[in-house]
């Protein structure tokens, strides 16, 4: 056992060095060379209190912003965070997240991806970035950590306008034979620089999907982040006691058959499964079966799957590249699509061609679109012409009659819905309606189209029907980002775990404790940065022992002290929001949850939401909550927060 060694004046262990604050108008940053700047400790409490990644995340972007700002003002803080067992020989930990307020629902925005910009942004220093403020004119963010000394990092803004409009892989290219391929890059496409409300921040063909994180990058007119990292190792405050748990741990994952079954296939089985378990949502959540959706099942994509991808120090490799040797769509690869992105260009919008999927999937990478909310917007769409709700006359002046009457709105027709991703991204025609997301555009069309836009606080709801599992549907209700299944996955429902106790998903109540506990849960793997595919085999107390090992602090080795510092993290997101005016009003699901029984759900046929509140109150209970969803002073000061 190590003793226990006190934070600051540098950081512990397997942090980096600190967190770096970057104002986007500092003229120092655009002087030729740039400046130069060393990532600073964060108050001693952090460490304890919040660990790192999320923690850290949550905890700054609280104390950065000023509520009330407007999500695409410079004044939006934009915050990136790595975890303290990120680039160590810890597998599935090197992930990275985004913070900052969503222009796409104006609550909390969290958006996490892989690859290796996180390990390069460990080895250049740096366990957190914060930019605020916006460039003057389209333009890069270099952060030179190539000499190595950690006070010799330099940050430059250079203009850039000969990347305007490139896509993701253009600009990627281009800015890699700039500055060299030991350069790791974050950047956004055209979705980005044209403010769509759900673009992504793309890092190779990885993306930081949801909530708009790209959106307020090119707010701040900024196109990529380039990190040159030095030759670095991170070494554990005991080595000894890490490398035990790190091969402990490798033995047992490599014989347990979810590690195979990632590596083979990635999520993409979960198409058949959700199907078979009466939880896929098809045509905008109307039914939960379609013809042809066997084409959507894991040999079709065997088929057409040339390699794995991994993210930096993974032993899974879940990444399904894909290649369409056949068909119209030739030529057409994509590294993905995952279970939910197939979905979302699939079933959602009608589509069982697994090659027009992957075409659509590389084109949302390319152009910097979340898959999933852009899906759930042209199914939203398609739903609405279906029933006779959009046309010329009802988008009035904001949509060209040409936009709507030239294309074919018919479920499943992959030239239309490729055409629909470009316009999103153009914003051209209905395009710049869908670029709104669906909350926003139902509320311009109004006549009765909010009841078919499909979102929790504005965020498009992912693949799995609420209705089907109602922890799991609930828990989009209640989740600090809106509707997404990364915020608390019920696997209790969804895979029968029995952890903390088994759960039937078609109860209607008792839900609300163990929606509590799966977002703390998640909480506690996010200040680590744990991938979810990467967790086989993994448990908490391993959990706290890397923690513990990796950075010395006894504290964060004990179950309890992480449980209630899972619970913190939980609840100063729901601050956030309430500091932003949310309350229960906003822990809702769209109507049709509440009055539609589910058709052709196999098991799941009627079922509905039936007892939404009495969640919510069970929820709200767990986590000491009022009943309008806001934390009690009572349950700030238990948690430190007050
Ligand atoms: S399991 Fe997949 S997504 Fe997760 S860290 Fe490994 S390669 Fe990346």
Same mark, same amino acid.
Request: charged share 20%; aromatic share 8%.
């Given at each position: ?89 810890? #597998? ?273 990478? #390319? ?99 609420? #209705? ?175």
């Amino acid at each position: 056992m190590s003793a226990s060694i006190p934070p600051g004046p540098g950081l512990p262990g397997t942090y980096a060095g600190g967190l770096l604050a970057l104002s986007l108008i500092d003229p120092d940053l655009a002087r030729t060379g740039g400046a130069r700047r060393e990532p600073a400790p964060p108050p001693e409490s952090w460490v304890r209190d919040y660990a790192g990644g999320r923690g850290w995340g949550i905890r700054w972007l609280t104390d950065l912003s000023t509520p009330g700002t407007d999500p695409l003002a410079p004044q939006n803080p934009l915050v990136f965070v790595t975890g303290p067992l990120g680039a160590t020989k810890a #597998r599935g930990f090197s992930r990275w997240i985004v913070m900052t307020r969503s222009p796409l629902t104006g609550a909390l925005a969290r958006s996490v991806c892989g690859g290796d910009f996180g390990a390069a942004l460990k080895f250049a220093g740096i366990d957190g970035l914060a930019l605020t403020g916006a460039a003057a004119e389209l333009s890069v963010l270099v952060l030179d950590a190539s000499a190595g000394d950690p006070g010799a990092l330099r940050a430059e803004l250079v203009p850039a306008g000969e990347l305007q409009g490139l896509d993701t892989q253009e600009t990627q290219r281009v800015l890699l034979k700039k500055y060299g391929d030991a350069a790791k890059i974050a950047c956004i496409g055209p979705a980005g620089e044209n403010l769509v409300r759900y673009a992504t921040i793309t890092h190779g063909t990885r993306t930081a999907s949801r909530c708009g994180v790209g959106t307020v990058m090119g707010s701040k007119n900024l196109k990529a982040l380039v990190v040159i990292p030095p030759r670095r190792r991170l070494e554990a405050a005991d080595p000894a006691a890490f490398e035990t748990l790190v091969r402990d741990h490798y033995e047992r994952m490599k014989v347990h058959p979810r590690f195979a079954n990632m590596r083979t296939a990635g999520t993409i089985p979960m198409t058949e499964k959700v199907h078979y378990i009466g939880m896929l949502s098809v045509k905008n959540f109307q039914t939960a079966t379609l013809p042809g959706l066997e084409n959507l099942y894991t040999d079709a994509f065997q088929a057409m799957k040339t390699g794995n991808h991994a993210c930096w120090g993974c032993a899974t490799r879940c990444g399904q590249v894909h290649h369409v040797r056949f068909g119209p769509f030739a030529g057409e690869w994509s590294e993905g699509p995952e279970y939910e992105s197939v979905w979302a260009l699939g079933p959602e919008v009608g589509l069982v061609d697994p090659a027009a999927i992957i075409a659509a999937d590389h084109l949302c990478d #390319r152009l910097g679109l979340d898959t999933i909310s852009s899906g759930v917007c042209i199914g939203f769409l398609f739903e609405l012409a279906q029933r006779g709700l959009v046309g010329p006359a009802e988008t009035g002046g904001l949509v060209s009659p040409e936009a709507v009457l030239g294309l074919d709105l018919a479920w499943g027709d992959a030239a239309t819905i490729l055409e629909l991703l470009r316009m999103i991204a153009s914003r051209e025609g209905i395009g710049d309606l869908l670029a709104e997301g669906t909350r926003r555009a139902a509320e311009t069309l109004g006549g009765g189209t909010d009841h078919y836009a499909m979102h929790a606080k504005g965020l498009e709801l992912p693949a799995y029907d609420p #209705r089907g599992a109602k922890a799991h549907g609930m828990g989009y209700a209640v989740s600090n980002i809106g509707g997404s299944h990364m915020y608390g996955y019920a696997r209790q429902e969804i895979s029968a775990y029995q952890e903390p106790r088994p759960l039937d998903p078609q109860a209607d109540t008792e839900k609300g404790d163990v929606i509590a506990w799966n977002q703390i849960r998640k909480a506690i793997e996010e200040t680590l940065i744990l991938c979810n595919f990467a967790d086989t085999a993994m448990d908490l107390p391993f959990l706290a022992g890397t923690l513990r090992s990796t950075t010395g602090i006894e504290e964060l080795g004990d179950l309890d002290h992480l449980w209630l510092l899972g619970e913190r993290i939980v609840t100063l997101e729901r601050q956030f929001n309430v500091r932003e005016g949310f309350s229960r009003a906003d822990d809702r699901l769209p109507e049709r949850m509440f009055t539609e029984p589910l058709v052709d759900a196999g098991p799941n046929t009627g079922e509905f939401i039936r007892e939404p509140d009495t969640i919510l109150d069970e929820y709200y209970a767990a986590l000491g909550y009022d009943d309008q969803g806001r934390p009690t002073p009572a349950t700030l000061e238990r948690l430190g927060l007050s």
